[in-house]
C-alpha cells in the first residue's frame, strides 16, 4: 500500500479494512435481500468495487444508489465514499500475500484428518472475524461495570448457558459474586432482585432469544447496567442493553450447527471479559485466585480422591 493511501485511512471513517469481511458475514442474515447483494459483491471482490462508483456498485448489483448508501452505512460506514477507502485497504492487504476467507464446509465423507483441518481452520476465522468486529469502547465499559458490580446475574439458554457458566465461574474465582442462570423461571427472579451496581449479562447467537431478552428486560427496568453478547447487535436483545458485545456469525451447515462456532466467539469475548476485570481489581483478583488454587490444590494430588 503506497503512503497516500495510507495516510487515507489513518483518517478514515468506520472498521478498519480488516474487520470489514467479518462485519459482512456478522449482518448479513439481518440484512434485506438487496443490501445482501452489495454487502455480498463487496466482500467477493474488494479491489473490483473499490474501483465503481455508487451508481456503478448499484447497477452491477441490481440494486439502487440509495441501498447502496444504507448497505455502507449497516457495515459501520458513515457513507460509501468511505466504504471505498475500506475496501481499496482490503483489496491491497489481501494482495500482499493474506489468506482468502473461504468456507470449509464438512461432508459427510470427509476423513478425520479433512475434519481436523476444517474445523482447525473453521475456528481459526471464528476467532479472527469476532476480534475484527468486537467495539473495544464497549468492551472497556461493560469491563468497567462489572469491575464495580456489586452482584452480577448471567443469563443463557442451551449452548449459550454453557458460556455463560463459563464466565460465572471465572468471576467467582477472582472474588466476584456472580451467577449463571439457564432456568428462564429462575433468570426473572433474580432479575427482580437487581438494583443500580448489580449487571446483568445476557448471552444469545441469535439475538432473539425470548428466555434470555426476558430477564434482561427486568434488569434493565430495575437499574441495572446491562451488557449483550450477540451475533446480532441489531436484534432485540440490544434493546435492553447498556452495551453490545458482537460475536461472529458463522454459516451454518448440516454437520455443524451454528451453536458450535457461536461459542467459540462467544467464549473468545466472555474471556476478554474476564482479563479486563482481572486486571482492573488486580489488588483483590490476585489473593482471590491465588486461593482458589489452593483450596482445589488437594484434589488434583495422586493420593488425594481415591488417587484420581
Known amino acids: 500500500m503506497s503512503n ?103 461432508a459427510v465423507d470427509d476423513p478425520i484428518a479433512d475434519v481436523v483441518a476444517k474445523l482447525a481452520y473453521d475456528e481459526q476465522q471464528t476467532l479472527a472475524d469476532t476480534a475484527a468486529a468486537l467495539d473495544t469502547v464497549q468492551l472497556g465499559a461493560a469491563v468497567g461495570s462489572l469491575a464495580a458490580a456489586r452482584r452480577i446475574d448471567i443469563y443463557g439458554i442451551g449452548a449459550s448457558s454453557l458460556v455463560g457458566q463459563d464466565l460465572a465461574q471465572k ?23 437487581l438494583r443500580a451496581k448489580d449487571v446483568a449479562i445476557a448471552i444469545t447467537h441469535s439475538g432473539t432469544t425470548g ?6 428486560r427486568v434488569a434493565f427496568e430495575r437499574g441495572a447496567t446491562t451488557i449483550a453478547i450477540t451475533g446480532r447487535p441489531d436484534g432485540p436483545v440490544s434493546q435492553y442493553a447498556d452495551h453490545v458485545l458482537t460475536t461472529s456469525t458463522a454459516r451454518e451447515s448440516e454437520l455443524r450447527p451454528a451453536a458450535m462456532s457461536s461459542r467459540t466467539s462467544q467464549l473468545l469475548v466472555v474471556d476478554c471479559l474476564f482479563i479486563g476485570v482481572a486486571q482492573r481489581t488486580y489488588e483483590t483478583a490476585a489473593p482471590a485466585l491465588s486461593a482458589s488454587y489452593e483450596a482445589l490444590a488437594h484434589r488434583h494430588s495422586t493420593r488425594g480422591a481415591g488417587g484420581r
Open 4 to 106: 497516500d493511501v495510507k495516510e487515507i485511512f489513518l483518517g478514515e471513517a468506520g472498521p478498519p479494512p480488516a474487520a470489514l469481511a467479518a462485519k459482512v458475514r456478522t449482518l448479513a442474515p439481518s440484512m434485506t435481500r438487496s443490501m445482501q447483494r452489495v454487502a455480498e459483491a463487496v466482500a467477493g471482490d474488494p479491489a473490483g468495487c473499490a474501483a465503481l462508483t455508487v451508481t456503478g456498485l448499484a447497477e452491477l448489483t441490481g440494486t439502487s444508489e440509495a441501498t447502496v448508501v444504507r448497505t455502507a452505512r449497516l457495515l459501520g460506514y458513515p457513507g460509501y465514499r468511505d466504504l471505498r477507502l475500506a475496501l481499496a485497504g482490503l483489496a491491497a492487504q489481501q494482495q500482499s500475500g493474506r489468506a482468502p476467507a473461504v468456507t470449509a464446509d464438512i
Open 171 to 193: 468471576l467467582l474465582r477472582i472474588g466476584l459474586v456472580a451467577h449463571a442462570h439457564g432456568d428462564p423461571h429462575l433468570a426473572i427472579t433474580n432479575a427482580v432482585q
Open 211 to 216: 428466555d434470555v431478552i426476558e430477564p434482561l
